[in-house]
């Protein structure tokens, strides 16, 4: 497990009761569950314990903090299979919705910008190479369960995710800090990838000269830009409203 953590693959570690419930729930089943003693006495650890399809693992407290970060929920860790493909997994819409977030390196922005992109109906996420990987356990745990049932690409290539779709070909959207027409002003309509860049250095001058809409929110001086997730759920609000 530790192992793991240092590891980009197919498995990943879940940390607290939610995130494991929502495994549970997303129909995920655990390949192994580790529980203190002291969560199996506790309400919320013998509900958890009732829904495992077998017996969890007890460890001592201070192995399972060991395996675990420093502000993980405390008392149980799950190793569950996350296989993640290309854009061929992604499911295809007429009216899709898409975030395509190119180079995010923060495993908790990755999580916030999933859990809302499913909180505004986004049909999936697209994740160019380079960005954080998704079964991060900071990722999963800032998702509040997200992750584990929105569609996930990654090592998505802004031309393969274009060819995925190309029976119903989507709108590109660039959001850029500056320059671009303010929301307030743009015609938004879907199908629509909605393209974030990473913190800091932004959108790719690629992706930015790809897109069909180069779109801005516009802030009061001196805020220069707003953080990505919270200018993804202002687009995301009005392109499912719309």
């Given at each position: ?42 309400p919320e650890g013998q509900e958890l ?129 500056r320059g671009g027409v303010t929301l ?59």
């Amino acid at each position: 497990m530790r192992r793991l953590r240092r590891c980009k693959g197919d498995h990943a570690l879940l940390e607290g009761p939610h995130l494991i419930h929502e495994a549970l729930a997303a129909g995920h089943q655990p390949e192994l569950v580790l529980v203190t003693p002291e969560f199996c006495d506790r309400p919320e650890g013998q509900e958890l314990i009732g829904t495992l399809p077998a017996e969890p693992t007890r460890i001592a407290p201070e192995l399972l903090d060991s395996l675990t970060d420093s502000d993980s929920p405390r008392g149980a860790l799950a190793l569950v299979e996350l296989p993640r493909g290309g854009p061929e997994g992604l499911p295809r819409a007429d009216d899709g919705l898409y975030l395509y977030l190119d180079r995010l390196q923060d495993p908790g922005n990755l999580g916030a910008l999933a859990r809302t992109a499913e909180a505004f109906d986004a049909t999936g996420l697209a994740l160019a190479p380079g960005t954080v990987d998704p079964n991060h356990a900071r990722a999963l745990r800032a998702s509040a369960g997200s992750l584990l049932r929105i569609p996930v690409a990654v090592g998505t290539e802004p031309e393969a995710l274009d060819r995925h779709l190309e029976n119903s070909p989507p709108a590109w959207i660039a959001l850029v800090p500056r320059g671009g027409v303010t929301l307030d002003r743009a015609a938004l309509s879907r199908p629509a990838v909605l393209a974030i860049g990473a913190e800091g250095p932004g959108l790719a001058e690629e992706l930015v000269a790809r897109a069909d809409l180069r779109l801005t929110i516009p802030v009061a001086e001196p805020v220069e830009s707003l953080n990505a997730t919270v200018a993804a759920a202002l687009v995301l609000y009005e392109l499912r409203r719309g």
